[in-house]
């Protein structure tokens, strides 16, 4: 057994609502956001927050979560504190709310290690969307509670991430997970959950391992997680690495000893020819209607996936007065708005519009995503979000374009269809996602080794896909783009 349950947790150097991580513009705290959701009172508490302790910049990050950017020196243990009363982190009881970060070092740390393991994603529409096969909420509280008290899940790394798909249509299907879960077409009145290991809900192809009911789902993860504990060796932090080392067959020989529910195999006829419905992205921008008629979810974004107080406040705000009273954080750096009766729609569209969001898809910066970049962050070459801004005026229609300071990728866990990666100030190689037929007559595995000569560049290959033009300036990269979009479309 390579985690012992007296493991201590993982040191880890991710920024938490209690591990506040030095960036160049100040301190960076994460805030975790259960099922992406954010309340009223909550937003206000964490505008406050932002104001008063850090910079004022409030980031929406992939994962449905915010962070809160330049916390002041000296300025943390308050905003914890602050935070914490606003019930924003995870919950420890009395001595979670009433404890003082600064001196209590024991308590930081339990309340790091409970933050770290809250990576469970539902999708934004989650009890609202009108072709959800279940509400996954109710479930995902559970989850969330098992994982955070359970102290053996102390050791997982804050990276480990589980998904929990109602079978939604507004819905991310290309982020890669340890633990996915997806809802099946009820059966018999009995609701089943496909799942699957290190990857994500397909389609197309057959995905999922095996079933279990609904009921079932909480102890399934439990199992999973166990079963990953008992194999993994000190270094492998993701269950990808893990399956890589000992395969997919001796994971689930050990899974038998953890699960005492009922498992359909991934070989039952029902679980092999499951496949996830098609999902439509483009619905987190607009009014579409609930599965109760009558009422509606609007969605918007903020340019580059910053807001400032006052914004959240405005969202706050409209959310109390015409809606549920809940903002909604989505992976798309985006917000939702839910429970508006008809007759608010338009309020509530012209209040997204009062408060600086997009509400437009095809708008050039609703196709445009920036990772903090520099000034902000030491690891970047490049000013990302100011090239953004400069090239959103310049990129060409149904072009989207993912700019990255580093190879890490902090913002967009998927694939882009093109991503300039920064190489120095101003300066960016382009990356396309998919690869047609070449178009310089270089066949592509001799690309691929050639252009993973190092070891960023064969991340960058892996993340970014085919390094298409090298070393442009924001013109350059804007005139590239309409070339290459243009010589992809089988229409042009
Ligand atoms: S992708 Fe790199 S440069 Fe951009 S924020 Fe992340 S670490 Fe910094």
Known sequence: MSHASSTPPRLSACPALSRIVDARDGGLCRVKLPCGELRADQAFALADAAETHASGIIELTNRANLQLR?????????????????????????????????????????????????????NPGAGRDAYASYDTRPLAREILNMLQYAPRFAALSPKFALLLDGGERLAVLDHSHDIWLCAMPPEDAQAWFAFGLAGRPSTEQRCAIGAVRDVDVPALVRALIETFLDLAEPHETRLRETLARCGIDAF?????????????????????????????????????????????????????????????????????????????????????????ASEAVSRVEAGLDAVGLLRDAAHPLARTIACAGSPGCSKSHADTKADALALAALLPDDVEVHLSGCVRSCAAAHCAPYTLLAVERGRYDLYRRSVPPDLDGENEPARSARIASSTDDALAARRFGRRIATHLTIEEAAVALGTAARRSDPHA
């Open 70 to 122: 330049g916390v002041r020196s000296g300025e943390a243990s308050a905003l914890i504190e602050r935070l914490l009363r606003a019930r924003l982190g995870p919950q420890l009881g009395e001595a979670g709310e009433d404890g003082d970060i600064a001196r209590d070092v024991a308590l930081g740390q339990r309340l790091a290690a409970a933050d770290d393991v809250r990576n469970l994603m539902t």
């Open 252 to 340: 689930l020989d050990r899974l038998h000893a953890h699960v005492a529910c009922p498992v359909r195999n991934g070989d039952d006829r029902a679980v092999s020819a499951w496949r996830r419905t098609p999902a439509e992205p483009s619905l987190r921008f607009g009014a579409h209607e609930q599965r109760t008629r009558g009422f509606w979810h609007v969605g918007a974004q903020p340019a580059l996936g910053r807001i400032d107080p006052a914004t959240l406040r405005g969202l706050a705000r409209l959310a109390q007065d015409c809606g549920d009273g809940i903002v909604r954080m989505t992976p798309w750096q985006s917000v939702l708005l839910t429970d508006i």
